[in-house]
């Protein structure tokens, strides 16, 4: 996996870097998707919907899903204002789920939540689906961002769940 | 005349932060801690210490002086009548839970009102919700100008007989609006109504002498002080106090208990149950008299003049809107920028060795007033400089290049 060897040496954190980082942070694809991002606003027909709240920062963001007949991921949606890392990863997730299975979002999830915390193990993703996701993975630098690019997928799982409780960015 | 922030207390402010000059613009949510205090609790801590009010050996005898020595430097910083209005907390938020427990609980009911402002922390906001949860009270906020200023009338516009308690903080932690607070506690108490002053911010930055402000209550935090966490204190009148049911049970606490009854100390001492903060209280003694150390007033004229500068400079900035620009304020500067986030500002000017907090500061009643879901926040403490003025500023900038 070189792309993550990659990551994982640009994640070391020296002061000489810390540009670097923040740049990589701020990619002009996370910058892009913060400022267009993709599936925003409500959805007609929704099966599923849950909010969630960054209580850090008071955040919050609404994911809409649209489960046809046999789980799959046939439409999603996501609304709400926050700051350029909630967002990119709310657009990009969104990007990434519709036409999906719930499993396989379940396993993009997985993937996704160890990537930004910076863990070890992430397998068994397709290496298309590692190189959008990797764009993220920036944020493992930032241990008090990573709330922020994890409320969506917290949000979009509670959507799953119908749980109907507010999702935290835990 | 000028006053020169004495950097070498603080060595936390010659460490780089991510390889860069630390601008530490954070005091309002921390104070960094001077030698002075760090000191003074070890040396307590390594000579004297031993567990308070229980004992009869040398070192109890040691630790209970000096603890009861903090609470008359506390008495004294806020000039209280009396040493025993002081009661020592963990913090302002439990100063004001004990005010809302052991006293306003038992003197409330269903209909009855609070008021309080727009401007309130969380911490003075949440133990009076549960007097709308739990005894169903009513909550009565007090509007704010749009400069973020409080008009004594306003307040006095809220009150009605039903009104058991106004809460009003003495300095705004986001606005930096210092309120005229003896006029509006003159207004309160014309109409029989006792208040509690949340001094978290207001103790640091402004002089405050409770028995000319006539205050029912003044809570504050010791970590804001430039003294230790885990402490604070509680000033209640005497009057109060003696009233008062206590807040937790243990020890320290207790006359005397039996089977079947339980009798209470006098207060302070009804309201500090189990070991206190020892080697804390000390160390807020030694912040207060360090503080003794300096010219307040000269170092508040510091702060503001700082807080000026970046007020000019931020000015230049189309993009940034100021929230909180009342007369009578102290050095915090919240601001908005339009097109990012808070958050992505603050992670950039960490980057810079620029320490601000961003998010709803614990006040999204306030956030909401001004339509906002988050501020950036740059506080100023006695030690920053027109350098620090000058990193926020440039770092602001890079966000700016960095972000659009
Ligand atoms: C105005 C105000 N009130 C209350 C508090 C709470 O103080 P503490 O966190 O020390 O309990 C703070 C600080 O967080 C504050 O700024």
Known sequence: ?170 | MSFVPPLSDFSILSKPVNGRRLAYLDSAASAQKPKFVLDAMTEFATSEFANVHRGVHRLAAAATQRYEEARVAVQQFLNAKHSDEIIFTKGGTEALNLVSYAFLSPRISAGDEIVLTKMEHHSNIVPWHFMRERKRAVLKWVELREDGSINPSAVAAQITPKTKLLAITHMSNVLGTVNPLKEIIQIAHAKGVPVVVDGCQGAVHEKVDVQDLDADFYAFTGHKLYGPTGIGALYGKRAHLKTMRPFNGGGEMIAEVTEDKVTYAEPPHRFEAGTPPIIEAVGLAAAIKYLKGFDRAAIKAHELELYQYARKEIGRFKWVRVIGEAEDKGAILSFETTGMHAHDVATILDGEGVAVRAGHHCAQVLMERFGVASTTRASFGLYNTREDVDALIAGLEKARSILL
Not at chain 1, 30 to 38: G, M, Q, T
Not at chain 1, 126 to 139: H, K, S
């Open chain 1, 1 to 170: 996996m070189p792309l993550l060897r990659v990551w994982k040496r640009r994640g070391v954190f020296f002061s000489d870097m810390i540009d670097e980082s923040l740049r990589e942070l701020y990619q002009e694809v996370i910058l892009d998707h913060s400022k267009h991002p993709r599936h925003f606003g409500p959805l007609d027909h929704a099966t599923h919907n849950a909010d969630g709240l960054n209580p850090l920062c008071g955040d919050r963001i609404t994911v809409h899903l649209n489960l046809d007949a046999e789980g799959r991921i046939a439409d999603i949606a996501f609304e709400g204002k926050g700051c350029a890392i909630s967002q990119a990863s709310a657009s990009l997730m969104t990007d990434m789920l519709k036409g999906r299975s719930t499993a396989e979002a379940e396993k993009l999830m997985n993937g996704f939540l160890h990537l930004v915390k910076g863990e070890e193990g992430v397998t068994g993703l397709a290496d298309d689906d590692l190189e959008i996701l990797l764009v993220m993975a920036g944020v493992s630098a930032f241990p008090m961002r990573v709330k922020c690019a994890t409320l969506a997928w917290h949000t979009m799982k509670s959507a799953l769940e119908g749980s109907g409780a507010p999702a935290k960015s835990e």
